[in-house]
Nanobody, 125 residues
Framework: QVQLVESGGGLVQAGGSLRLSCAASGRTFSNYAMGWFRQGPGKEREFVAVISMSGISTYYADSVKGRFTISRDNVKNTVFLQMNSLKPEDTAVYYC??????????????????WGQGTQVTVSS
């Protein structure tokens, strides 16, 4: 069974930075693309970023492009989300997820089959 555990969330002022981590169990981490989603208060869960199996390819939501960076360490079975220039509208619970096989440009929730429990990110103005 695959387990994903996020960490690194917290409270930060607008303009600040946070780095989220997601540790994955299992021996097949490097065989799957990994993504981050978020769900703000009263909003639906939305795609944030995805990284390919090798880490060479990435894809971002327009709302975070240029501010967030996704990366992975296939030795440590961990995926990261570096978030810079944070805005109050980035406030959300952030989830990491393991992508099902297919193009990384497929960004709906149904394209991901394992999810973490989430970590809260709050950006104050």
């Amino acid at each position: 069974q695959v387990q994903l555990v996020e960490s690194g969330g917290g409270l930060v002022q607008a303009g600040g930075s946070l780095r989220l981590s997601c540790a994955a169990s299992g021996r097949t981490f490097s065989n799957y693309a990994m993504g981050w989603f978020r769900q703000g208060p009263g909003k639906e869960r939305e795609f944030v970023a995805v990284i390919s199996m090798s880490g060479i390819s990435t894809y971002y939501a327009d709302s975070v492009k240029g501010r967030f960076t996704i990366s992975r360490d296939n030795v440590k079975n961990t995926v990261f989300l570096q978030m810079n220039s944070l805005k109050p509208e980035d406030t959300a619970v952030y989830y990491c997820a393991r992508k099902a096989p297919g193009p990384i440009t497929r960004t709906t929730m149904s394209d991901y089959n394992y999810w973490g429990q989430g970590t809260q990110v709050t950006v104050s103005s």
